[in-house]
């Protein structure tokens, strides 16, 4: 993958193109779809804030991912629901940074970083709250859709890049990454990157994503930093 560009160069879209749609935008059908989703009213009775927070979950019962004692970085964090769940798992033993362009409440046993994943100081603001390369960086991040198919695919293409530069810079040799991707041919093209960077790379679609859904999760393990993946 190509290099960052700096700060100073980099033409970042505002925040508010990066958040994603927010429901007044989504349209009735969504809203009433999403109203009725048993996985919701589940979010809402179990205090978490997002249905997302099911599908780590499930990811988690099969994979084992999270245990008391990690090191975990969560990068698109807001609203939260990731990072209940991680808090939840390693049960105030271990560390867990978030970070989300948006502000997002407090969770307890959980550090917030409202910043850009693109942002050149944030891995030196995670190491320091982190203390230790992380164990483990889950990552549902989703960029806004403008609807014009180049822009937006500069932008996902932009942010994967940010995934594994971050990766490079906090998660620990052995570690694993889980993240989100959307189906098509830069997911197929990160996948291929991931393979040279990890031991073991699979994909995950857990039965909390709708199965209309492009998105699906990408669980790399092993993590080969540059001087043994020779990259
Ligand atoms: C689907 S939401 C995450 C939901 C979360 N996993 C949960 O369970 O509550 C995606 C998040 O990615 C964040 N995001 C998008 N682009 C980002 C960027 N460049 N840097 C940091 N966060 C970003 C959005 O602000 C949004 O909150």
Redesign the pocket.
């Known amino acids: 993958m190509p290099a960052r560009r700096g700060a100073a160069t980099r033409r970042r879209p505002p925040a508010a193109l ?3 749609p927010q429901p007044r935008r989504r349209g009735r059908q969504w809203l009433a779809r999403h109203r009725a989703d048993a996985f919701v009213r589940r979010a809402r009775s179990d205090g ?3 249905r ?2 099911f599908k ?1 979950a499930e990811i988690d019962r099969r994979d084992r991912l999270l245990r008391a004692g990690m090191t975990v970085l ?12 991680a808090a939840q798992r390693l049960g105030g033993k271990g560390r867990i940074v978030a ?4 502000a997002m409440e407090p969770v307890p046993g959980v550090e917030f970083l409202q ?4 942002d050149d100081d944030l891995a030196t603001r995670v190491m320091a709250r982190l203390g230790r390369p992380a164990d483990l960086v ?1 990552c ?5 859709i403008t609807g014009v198919a180049v822009t937006d695919q500069a932008r996902y293409l932009e ?1 994967l890049e ?1 995934v594994l530069e971050c990766c490079r810079a906090v998660l620990r040799e052995g570690g694993t990454l889980l993240v ?1 991707l959307f189906e098509g041919e830069q997911a197929q093209s990160f996948r291929a990157h991931c393979e040279s960077l990890f031991t073991r790379v699979a994909t995950r679609k857990p039965p909390a994503s709708r199965s209309q859904s492009r998105e699906f999760y990408l669980l790399a393990v092993g993590f080969k930093p540059a001087r043994t993946a020779g990259a």
């Open positions: 990066m958040a994603p978490y804030r997002s997302s927070a780590l969560d990068l698109g964090a807001a609203p939260g629901g990731w990072s209940q769940y970070v989300d362009l948006l910043a850009d994943i693109r889950i549902d991040m989703a960029p806004n942010l940010a989100k």
